[in-house]
């Protein structure tokens, strides 16, 4: 079992970084997406709110679906769809191929993020500790190796479908091989205690989820991608039309705060098994805090790129931990509890760069930086959330359990 849990473990990983190059391909050159179809600057817009709340559906829709069919076959037919979609996006030359390369986009890839966390939570379960941050560390080198290709595909001035076709071509049958490996670990089963935690929570594969009870972590997700859209969409701009730096250099908070987001997210499980959840979450929500901050009253360019720094170092851990709190949560139930998490995904997306950019232009954009901050900050009062019931003590701390301890040193 602990070899297929490896090979399981490596798949889903590698899945995770193609979803990365893939979706940084799509956002890194939306401009020319933009020019390639001449779609307007108020228009825009639409299209690009139309991405989310379509992936938002699917992922609702992905909820019931792995009721029929595991959440692996799910995983293995939605990544060549987003694959085939991205390259729709640069072979049209219509407004209206666009759109259903866009919509097609959307539902497969709100899809592939729900049924990629599912089997990656009920992986960690198998395994016994800590290993979603790996995952996620995956698709932050993923993004990294997607927002290079963008930059060499518009540096060398090339059309969106020869820029997109190779990785097409390499990715998807890469892709598809490699989810031969995939292990859904909850229909496989995974050891007695498993099934005996799952018992304990009054809930098998399909109980209910208590959205009550679910609701603190939708709302650490929501405040999380204000945080990530937040800095995807307004670093560079901050840093021009605030702190005055170059174009060129304008275009460094973000690669910073990728590159940090993989560290972060690399060394993360090692924290988690060390310190426990709810100890990191609090961390990285202070250090995220304290990213904003020094953003918002930087004096310069360069300090307000250490800010974009320490906020990637922060923020990077608190998504994998909520879904991996999810399915702690609902033990029995977790696919249901990360589809209906998932969709916090997209809220916090769609709220986050019109909330800043609204703030910024009535106010002032220093002054729209310390609302993010002050929503990672709240992520404090939920802290709790990320600790199963189980092992918590009265403050809130993880009680080590024996199993966890003695299964720590199996697999990867």
């Known amino acids: 079992m602990t070899d297929v849990l490896r090979r399981g473990r490596v798949s889903l990983a590698f899945g995770f970084l193609v979803q990365g190059v893939t979706f940084a391909l799509l956002v890194t050159r939306i401009p020319a997406i933009q020019d390639r179809y001449g779609i307007s600057d108020g228009l825009l817009p639409v299209f690009l709110a139309a991405v989310p709340i379509l992936a938002g559906v699917a992922s609702v829709c992905t909820e019931q679906l792995v009721k029929r069919v595991p959440p692996s076959v799910v995983l293995r037919w939605s990544q060549p769809l987003v694959l085939l979609a991205l390259l729709g996006v640069g072979a049209?030359?219509?407004?209206?191929?666009v759109a259903v390369a866009l919509g097609a986009f959307g539902l497969s890839v709100g899809a592939l993020d729900a049924s990629m966390n599912m089997l990656g939570v009920s992986l960690q379960r198998a395994y016994g500790r800590s290993i979603m941050l790996g995952f996620h560390a995956a698709y932050s080198l993923g993004g990294i190796a997607g927002a290079s290709l963008a930059w060499a595909g518009a540096h060398w001035d090339l059309s969106l479908f020869?820029?997109?076709?190779?990785?097409?071509?390499?990715?998807?049958?890469?892709?598809?091989?490699?989810s031969r490996w995939y292990v859904d670990a909850g229909a496989q089963g995974e050891g007695d205690e498993r099934a005996e935690e799952g018992e304990a929570a009054g809930a098998g594969k399909g109980g209910p989820v208590v959205f009550k009870l679910l609701l603190p972590l939708c709302l650490v997700m929501?405040?999380?991608?204000?945080?990530?859209?937040?800095?995807s969409n307004w670093s560079a701009k901050y840093l021009?039309?605030?702190?005055?730096s170059s174009e060129e250099l304008s275009t460094v908070p973000y690669n910073v705060y990728m590159v940090m987001t993989l560290v972060g997210r690399g060394l993360g499980d090692l924290g988690v098994r060390r310190f426990g959840a709810v100890a990191v979450v609090r961390a990285g929500s202070v250090v995220a805090a304290l990213g904003f901050a020094v953003v918002s009253v930087a004096p310069g360019a360069?300090?307000?790129i250490a800010g974009f720094t320490v906020l990637g170092l922060g923020l990077c851990v608190i998504v994998p931990q909520t879904f991996a709190a999810a399915g702690r949560l609902f033990p029995g139930a977790s696919d249901s509890a990360v589809a209906r998490l998932n969709v916090f995904n997209?809220?916090?997306?769609?709220?986050?760069s019109p909330l800043v950019g609204g703030l910024g232009d009535a106010w002032n954009y220093r002054g729209a930086m310390l609302v993010p901050m002050v929503l990672v900050l709240v992520t404090l009062l939920y802290a709790r959330s990320f600790a199963p019931e189980a092992d918590r003590y009265g403050d809130g701390h993880e009680r080590p359990r024996t199993a966890d301890v003695g299964r720590s040193s199996n697999g990867l």
């Open 92 to 97: 049209g030359d219509a407004m209206w191929q």
């Open 162 to 178: 020869v820029s997109y076709l190779p990785v097409v071509v390499v990715l998807l049958p890469a892709a598809l091989v490699g």
């Open 222 to 231: 929501s405040f999380a991608y204000i945080g990530d859209s937040t800095v």
């Open 240 to 244: 021009q039309d605030v702190l005055g």
């Open 302 to 304: 360069w300090a307000g």
């Open 346 to 352: 997209y809220v916090g997306f769609l709220i986050g």
